[in-house]
C-alpha cells in the first residue's frame, strides 16, 4: 500500500487545488464576461451541464454523476493493474483520477461544472474549460505515452535477435 501514497497525494493535491481555483472564480470573476489574461487566453467562467463539451447533458445530474464514479472506478481498476515499474501511468492515473473528482463534486454539489479557461483566436474559441479537465488530459497523454515507452521497451529486444 505504501508504494500507492504518492499516487493518491497526487490525487489529493489535484482535487484541492482544482476546488480551491473554483472557489476563486465562483467568488470573483462575472459570469459569462472574457477577462482577456493574453491575447489568446481569457478567464470566462461558465457552467457545463454535460460531460466533455456539454455531451451527455440529457442524462440530468444524477445520471452524470453515476458515470463519472463509473469512470472513476474503471481507472482505479487500470491503476492498480498497472506495474509499479510504470510511474508515467500511476502518475497519468493520478491525474485522471483527480480531475474526475473534481468536476464530480462540483456535478454533485451545484449540479454543473465550472468552467473558466477560454483559449481563443478574434475569428475561433477553443472550448471553455477547467483545471480537472486539463488534470484529466495530461493524464491521459501520460498514460498513452508510457504504454508507447512499454510497447518500444518490449520491441526492442526482439528486434535485436533478428
Not at 474526475?100 to 451545484?110: E, H, K, M, S, V
Not at 477560454?118 to 475561433?124: A, D, E, K, R, V
Amino acid at each position: 500500500m505504501k508504494s500507492w501514497s504518492p499516487y493518491a497525494l497526487l490525487v489529493v493535491a489535484a482535487v484541492a487545488l482544482d476546488q480551491w481555483i473554483k472557489q476563486l472564480v465562483e467568488s470573483g470573476l462575472a459570469f459569462q464576461e472574457k477577462l482577456d489574461i493574453l491575447p489568446f487566453l481569457a478567464l470566462f467562467r461558465t457552467y457545463n451541464t454535460g460531460i466533455a463539451f456539454s455531451m451527455f447533458s440529457s442524462f440530468g445530474d444524477t445520471g452524470l454523476v453515476v458515470i463519472a464514479a463509473l469512470v472513476v472506478a474503471f481507472v482505479l481498476y487500470l491503476a492498480v493493474r498497472t506495474p509499479a515499474g510504470h510511474v508515467i501511468a500511476r502518475i497519468g492515473f493520478a491525474l485522471i483520477v483527480g480531475g474526475a473528482l473534481g468536476n464530480l463534486i462540483d456535478r454533485a454539489i451545484y449540479g454543473h461544472v465550472i468552467d473558466y479557461i477560454l483559449f481563443h483566436t478574434p475569428i475561433w474559441s477553443f472550448a471553455v474549460f477547467n483545471l480537472a479537465d486539463a488534470f484529466i488530459s495530461v493524464g491521459a497523454a501520460l498514460v498513452v505515452f508510457d504504454e508507447l515507452i512499454g510497447w518500444r521497451r518490449e520491441t526492442k529486444p526482439q528486434d535485436r535477435g533478428n
